[in-house]
């Protein structure tokens, strides 16, 4: 894994909005796979800036989801549908038709999950994943014990990411128990990874990736069986790491 420490979140966003618009331009038929919370917001605003200033286009480009919540319709502020449109795609001239995320409202849950995996499929997998990570070592929703072996599927909510989670909702209740989310053997079929990561708060999160055991108790800890990942994160992220 290639470590890219940087002094704070501004720059954490500038060095992974850098590196990816520029595969984009590299490769306009790009898919990328995007992720939400709150880590992601600057590197996305860094993409908008850039759009409109470089004109880098996603005319041609599709974008893949991690995951969403079960039960939370489209308009829902806090679905992360809502959140994708709001904090990059209306901003972007990407696609809406080309910008995928599970249906957490679908009827049909399990055909949702496998209908999405087909998708991933049909795009030819994806490019470039943007990755945050949860202070329990979440990936996308999949919570500690979750097989590295799994796909898209519907996940419960561990009780330590509804209440991180509960700052984006009006009351701990109202954050949704279930979500649907990209398995870890998706994402690991990932081309390449970017992990982003700031602040104090995700610096044991961060110690465990680098240097602990792969294991499934730490899910983030399967990106060590990756071949191209890059973690860029902020001295406070990286604190608990003396040798960078
Ligand atoms: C959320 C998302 C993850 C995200 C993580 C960290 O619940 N499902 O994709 O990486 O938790 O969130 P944040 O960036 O807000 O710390």
């Given at each position: 894994m290639k470590i890219i420490k940087v002094s704070n979140s501004t720059e954490m966003a500038k060095t992974a909005g850098e590196m990816i618009a520029e595969k984009v331009r590299a490769n306009p038929e790009i898919v990328l796979g995007l992720a939400t919370g709150g880590t992601p917001i600057g590197t996305y605003q860094y993409l908008i800036e850039d759009h409109k200033e470089?004109?880098?286009?996603?005319?041609?480009a599709s974008s893949v989801n991690l995951d969403e919540y079960i039960g939370?319709?489209?308009?829902?502020?806090?679905?992360y549908y809502f959140f994708m449109k709001t904090n990059l795609f209306d901003h972007l001239d990407i696609s809406p038709e080309r910008t995928f995320i599970p249906d957490g409202?679908?009827?049909?849950l399990e055909a949702e999950c496998t209908n999405y995996e087909k998708r991933i499929a049909e795009l030819g997998g994806v490019d470039l994943q943007l990755l945050g990570i949860g202070r329990?070592?979440?990936?996308?929703?999949?919570?500690?014990?979750?097989?590295?072996?799994?796909?898209t599927q519907i996940v419960s909510l561990a009780e330590e990411t509804i209440t991180d989670n509960a700052?984006?909702?009006?009351?701990?209740?109202?954050?949704?128990t279930k979500a649907i989310s990209m398995g870890i053997a998706t994402i690991l079929e990932s081309k390449e990874i970017i992990l982003l990561a700031n602040g104090k708060s995700k610096a044991e999160a961060l110690h465990s990736l680098i240097k602990?055991?792969?294991?499934e108790d730490f899910p983030?800890?399967?990106?060590?069986?990756?071949g191209n990942v890059t973690i860029i994160a902020d001295e406070d992220a990286l604190s608990l790491i003396n040798d960078i």
């Open positions: 470089n004109g880098t286009s996603y005319s041609k939370l319709p489209k308009t829902d502020p806090n679905s409202t679908a009827d049909d329990n070592g979440h990936i996308a929703f999949n919570e500690p014990g979750t097989s590295f072996d799994s796909r700052r984006f909702f009006s009351s701990p209740e109202e954050v949704p602990g055991e792969v294991t983030a800890s399967a990106l060590q069986r990756h």
